[in-house]
C-alpha cells in the first residue's frame, strides 16, 4: 500500500472538477425532488391518486419500482432510487477505470511502479476516492432532505441508500478491471453488468418476480425503504456485495501481470484479416460491439416478456385512461410500457456508444496512433475508422435491443423502428465526444461523459418540473418523438435536425484533429 496517499491526491487533482460537479448535482437532486413533490401534490388524497396511478402504469414499474409510501418522502425515494444508483453506478465505472486499467494501458502505472508504490497502491487510492465520493454525495444529500421537512434518520438511510449504489458499481469496475487489458473493454463489462442488473430489477417489478429483486443493486436500494419502514439491515446486503468484488478484484490483480488482464488476447488468425485502418479499428471495437450487442439483446427480450399480454392483463378503464392520457387517443398500455423502457436504454446505449467514439482518443493517449500514422494512413482516414464503429455500433445495438423486445412481444416492426429512432439522438452524443477529442483532447472523456450524465439530470428536472425554459430542451433525447404513440407533430424534423447536429459536431472535431498536434498523454 505504499504511496496510497500520494496516488489519492494525484486522482484528487485530475478530477477537481469532476468530482465537485457530480457531488453536487447528486446531492441537491434530492431536496428539488422533494420540494417539486410537495408543490405538486399538496394533500394526501393527490398523492394517493398519483401512487395509484404510477403502481398500475407498468412503465413506472419497469423504471422505478413499486411506491412503499405515498408520503412526500416516500415519493421522493422512488424517484431517485433506481435514478440515481444508475447515474452514480455509471460515474463510479468510468473513474475506476480511468484511475486503474487506463493508467496501465497508456504505461503511466509502469512508471509510478518504478519509484516508491506498493502493487496495490494504485487500485487502493481509486477504491478510497470514488468510494469515499459516494458517501459523501449521499451524506450531503441529507440536510437538504431535513429542510424539506422529512425526517432526518429516514433521510440519511436514504442517502446511505444512494451511496450503497455506488458502491457496488465501483465494485464491479474494480474487478472488471482486473479481467481484460484494454480500459474500453472493461468499461464495457462493467456498463454491461450494470445493464443487466437493472433489466433483473426490471424483470422482478414488472415480471411477477419480486425475489429476483434481491438479487441486484437496484433492487436494494429501494428494498431499504426510507420514509416506509426504514430497514436499514438491508444495506449490510451492499456492503457485502462490494466487499467480496473488492476482495476478488485484489486477488486477481496479484494474479496477473502488470498491463495484462486475466482473459488473454487472442492470436490472429495465421492467414491475416482485414487490413488497412478500417481493419484495425475491426479488431479493436468487434469484442466490445459483440459483448453490448448480446447483452442488449438479451434485455430486449426480457422486456418483450415482461410486457407480453399487458394489454390484457391491465384491461381496466384506469389504466386505459392513463395510457390515453400519456399517448393519446388510441394507445395501448403495451406501447407506453416500450416507450418508457426504451428511453431509458437509449441512454445506456449512448453509453456503450461513448465507449466507441472516446477509443481513438485512447490509442492518441497509449501511443499507438503516433505509430499508425508513420504509415501512408492519414489522420483523417484513422479517425473515421473508428468514428465509423462509433457511429455504428448504436445502429446494431439499438436494432438487437428493439427486435428482440418486438420478437418476444409480438410487434417487430413497430417496436423496432420506434426504438431506432433514438439514433440521432445517440449520434449527437457520439459527435460531442468526437469534438471533443478534436478540441479539447485531454478533456475528452471526463467532458464527454460529463455530458452525458447532465443530459440524464435535465431529463429528470424536466420530467418533475424543476426546470423550465430552454433547459429541459438541452437533452437531445428529449427531442426524440415517440413513434408508438400518437405524436402530435411530424417525427421527421426533429430526427433530421438532430442527424445534422450530430454530423456538424462531429465534422467540426475532425477539422481541430487535422490541424492539432498529437497529444499522447491524457
Known amino acids: ?142 440536510p437538504g432532505l431535513v429542510a424539506a421537512g422529512l425526517p432526518a434518520g429516514s433521510s440519511l438511510l436514504f442517502g446511505l441508500s444512494t451511496a450503497a449504489g455506488g458502491w457496488a458499481f465501483t465494485a464491479v469496475a474494480a474487478l472488471a478491471a482486473q479481467l481484460t487489458a484494454s480500459s474500453g473493454t472493461a468499461r464495457g463489462l462493467a456498463v454491461a453488468a450494470g445493464g443487466l442488473l437493472f433489466a433483473l430489477r426490471a424483470l422482478a417489478d414488472t415480471g411477477g418476480v419480486p425475489a429476483l429483486a434481491w438479487l441486484t443493486p437496484f433492487g436494494w436500494v429501494r428494498l431499504t425503504r426510507p420514509y416506509a419502514g426504514d430497514h436499514w439491515w438491508v444495506l449490510s446486503l451492499a456492503a457485502a456485495f462490494t466487499a467480496a468484488l473488492v476482495a476478488s478484484a485484489y486477488a486477481l490483480s496479484t494474479r496477473r501481470d502488470l498491463a495484462g488482464g486475466l482473459l488473454p488476447a487472442r492470436p490472429g488468425s495465421a492467414g491475416g484479416g482485414p487490413s488497412g485502418a478500417f481493419g484495425l479499428a475491426g479488431r479493436l471495437h468487434r469484442t466490445t460491439l459483440a459483448g453490448f450487442a448480446i447483452g442488449f439483446g438479451l434485455l430486449g427480450a426480457l422486456l418483450g416478456v415482461s410486457a407480453r399480454g399487458l394489454d390484457a392483463q391491465l384491461d381496466t378503464p384506469q389504466l386505459q385512461e392513463l395510457a390515453a392520457t400519456v399517448g393519446g387517443p388510441g394507445a395501448r398500455i403495451s406501447e407506453v410500457f416500450f416507450t418508457f423502457v426504451m428511453y431509458v436504454l437509449s441512454q445506456l446505449v449512448a453509453a456503450a456508444a461513448l465507449v466507441s467514439a472516446l ?92 455530458a452525458l450524465g447532465l443530459f440524464l439530470a435535465v431529463d429528470l428536472l424536466a420530467e418533475f418540473e424543476l426546470a423550465d425554459g430552454v433547459v429541459p430542451t438541452l437533452s437531445p433525447f428529449v427531442h426524440v418523438p415517440a413513434l408508438l404513440l400518437d405524436e402530435p407533430s411530424s417525427p421527421v424534423a426533429p430526427l433530421v435536425g438532430l442527424t445534422v447536429l450530430a454530423a456538424g459536431l462531429a465534422g467540426a472535431g475532425l477539422a481541430f484533429l487535422r490541424r492539432r498536434d498529437l497529444a499522447p498523454t491524457a
Open 1 to 142: 500500500m505504499t504511496g496510497t496517499l500520494a496516488l489519492v491526491r494525484l486522482i484528487l487533482r485530475r478530477d477537481r472538477v469532476l468530482l465537485p460537479v457530480w457531488i453536487a448535482i447528486t446531492a441537491l437532486l434530492p431536496a428539488g425532488i422533494a420540494a417539486a413533490t410537495t408543490d405538486l401534490y399538496a394533500g394526501q388524497a393527490a398523492r394517493d391518486a398519483f401512487s395509484a396511478a404510477s403502481m398500475s402504469n407498468p412503465a413506472q414499474l419497469a423504471t422505478r419500482g413499486p411506491i412503499y409510501a405515498a408520503s412526500v418522502g416516500g415519493l421522493t425515494a422512488w424517484t431517485l432510487g433506481s435514478s440515481l444508483a444508475l447515474i452514480g453506478g455509471l460515474v463510479s465505472i468510468l473513474l475506476v477505470t480511468r484511475h486503474t486499467r487506463a493508467e496501465e494501458e497508456t504505461g503511466r502505472r509502469e512508471l509510478l511502479s518504478s519509484g516508491v508504490v506498493g502493487r496495490h497502491a494504485p487500485l487502493t487510492a481509486a477504491l478510497t476516492v470514488v468510494l469515499a465520493a459516494n458517501l459523501l454525495l449521499g451524506l450531503l444529500s441529507v
Open 359 to 450: 477509443r481513438a482518443r485512447g490509442e492518441e493517449a497509449a501511443g499507438r496512433a503516433e505509430l499508425l500514422l508513420s504509415t501512408p494512413v492519414s489522420r483523417l482516414r484513422w479517425a473515421l475508422s473508428h468514428l465509423a464503429f462509433a457511429a455504428g455500433g448504436p445502429v446494431l445495438l439499438l436494432g438487437m435491443l428493439g427486435a428482440a423486445a418486438g420478437l418476444t412481444s409480438g410487434d417487430v416492426s413497430g417496436v423496432t423502428v420506434a426504438t431506432l429512432a433514438y439514433l440521432p439522438a445517440v449520434w449527437t452524443v457520439v459527435g460531442i465526444a468526437t469534438l471533443l477529442s478534436g478540441l479539447l483532447p485531454r478533456l475528452a472523456a471526463a467532458v464527454s461523459w460529463t
